[in-house]
């Protein structure tokens, strides 16, 4: 730890971020190895530490929340170190988001500890180091994820199934003993489920809505063991791979392309570029049903090309009082003028309905303003609050006479230096003059670390940055010719929700502000 001891003279490092990450192909017991090896160190270090556990893989800082939160603290300058098991743990992404992670370490001044070395960003060295370790880690993350790709498409045409959870009733099957290799098998336990679905709609014509319902009633979980909806009846109604055939290939692109930065959007390729494989399985249904079903289901709405769903300016922003879920909102049909929150569409497991009624939107639009204005004489006197601003000059001023002392201490152990090169102290003298200068430095420091963390508590720029929003949005609003979708961002930037309850003419209405 020879490294380490030189980059302890440098700075006082005390409080560390130990990040872990489970990444593709660890185990769980590769996860408790490493905590146990960077809590060791921590403790033979004697550092405070403080955990950012991550389960799950991605290449960029998007996939990755815990790290994205890590990131901001770090460029908030609140640890000495971030503390992994190999530098490849903070990232394997792109040009971009590993310039991003190199700032942060770097502006901060905060060092990356792992048990072989102490990385120094701004230090020359320490930086094409890691540049070349995260070269090496991008390159073999892109050959795993291509060798991960090409397996998918080679095991699809082999007839396997390489799309994710399985639909209901099958189960994934490491290796099926027919074939040995991998596939889905039937759950006799569903099965009888799923064909009480089948012939629910080809003999008695039923609705995916009734379905759902009658399947609600009888207490009978759905494929993600929670409550069955016309949506979830609908989909596996469709589902091809009942008929004994998997098919892949059916788009390219990544779904997220609108979150994540240079990928490319989803694209739903036509059907004569699809891969499909047939009598890969056991079918639960024959064809004939199927387009029996195709057929009935083409009479619903459901089946009707949906248009762009509208955005107006409380969308998504309401929430029923009553049973939790969004209400929406839409324009009635005979007057575009008049904007109304629809009854909410919920109904409960035994059928009722959740009964929470609509309104007008001219009526309400009044009341919002009103309450915003409250918000914002609220945010005011939090600002303008005396005991806040008092507390914190104290420590501000504790903060200026600790720097104080800490320029004197400093002073006064050049001056020990100077005594003893100048033969004023023996060498003993020295020793023991140096430690107890030492011993005080460290324990100003320590103290100076600890009153900044105080400081961060009081800090206000949050709640300015708050006000700032309601400002904009009170001198916005008013404007004219406002769109609909301006008018849901200006809501949406200081709104998290509305929660709406009216019973006849009782209205009770609540901002949840952000």
Partial sequence: MKR???????????????????????????????????IQLCKENGWKFIEYEEIGSGDSIFMRPVFQKLLADVENGIFDAV???????????????QDRIKKAFSKSDTY??????????????????????????????????????????????????????PPYPYEYEHYKEKYNEKGLVVNDEKLPIYRYIIESVVNDGKTPSTIAYELNK????????????????????????????????????????????????????????????????????????????LLFLNRLPYMAKRKPKSILALSDLIKCGKCGHTMAVAYRKDRKSSEYIKPCWYRYPNGDKCGNSGIITN??????????????????????????????????????????????????LTRIQDAFENGIYS?????????????????????????????????????????????????????????????????KSIINSIIWLRSGDNIDMKINFK
């Avoid at 003279?9 to 960077?38: C, F, P, V, W």
């Avoid at 503390?83 to 988001?97: E, N, S, T, Y």
Wanted: with cysteine; glycine share 4%; charged share 35%.
């Fill in 4 to 38: 380490m001891c030189k980059v302890m003279e440098q700075k006082y490092i005390k409080y560390i971020a130990m990040y872990l990450r489970k990444s593709r192909g660890d185990a769980e017991t590769d996860l408790n190895k490493h905590k146990n090896i960077l």
């Fill in 83 to 97: 503390c992994v098991v190999d530098i490849d743990r903070l990232g394997r992404g792109d040009l971009g988001d």
């Fill in 112 to 165: 990356v500890i792992t048990p072989q070395q102490v990385y120094n960003l701004n230090n020359d060295d320490d930086e094409f180091v890691v540049d070349m370790k995260s070269f090496i880690a991008r390159r073999e993350y892109k050959q795993i994820v291509k060798r991960l790709t090409q397996g998918k498409k080679i095991g699809a045409r082999l007839g396997m199934w390489t799309n994710g959870n």
């Fill in 218 to 293: 009888r207490e009978i979980p759905s494929p993600r063991n929670s409550k069955w909806s016309n949506v979830t009846v609908y989909r596996l109604l469709l589902d091809e791979t009942h008929l004994g055939k998997i098919i892949s290939n059916k788009s390219k692109g990544d779904g997220h392309a609108k979150k994540k930065p240079n990928s490319i959007a989803q694209k739903i390729l036509p059907k004569d570029q699809w891969v499909i494989v047939e009598n890969c399985h056991e079918s639960v249904k024959t064809q004939d049903e199927h387009e029996k079903i």
């Fill in 363 to 412: 009526i309400i639009y009044p009341d919002i303003y009103s309450k915003v204005l409250k918000q914002k004489q609220l945010m005011e006197q939090e600002i303008k609050n005396t005991d806040i601003n008092d507390d914190k000059s104290k420590l501000e001023n504790q903060l200026s006479d600790l720097q104080k002392s800490l320029d004197i201490k400093l002073k006064a």
């Fill in 427 to 491: 060498l003993s003298q020295f020793k023991e003059r140096k430690e107890k200068a030492e011993n005080n430095i460290t324990d100003i420091q320590n103290d100076i670390n600890l009153l900044q963390i105080q400081l961060k508590q009081y800090d206000i720029n949050s709640i300015q940055n708050k006000l700032d929003k309601l400002n904009i949005f009170l001198n916005e609003i008013q404007k004219e010719d406002l769109a609909d979708e301006t008018k849901n961002q200006l809501y």
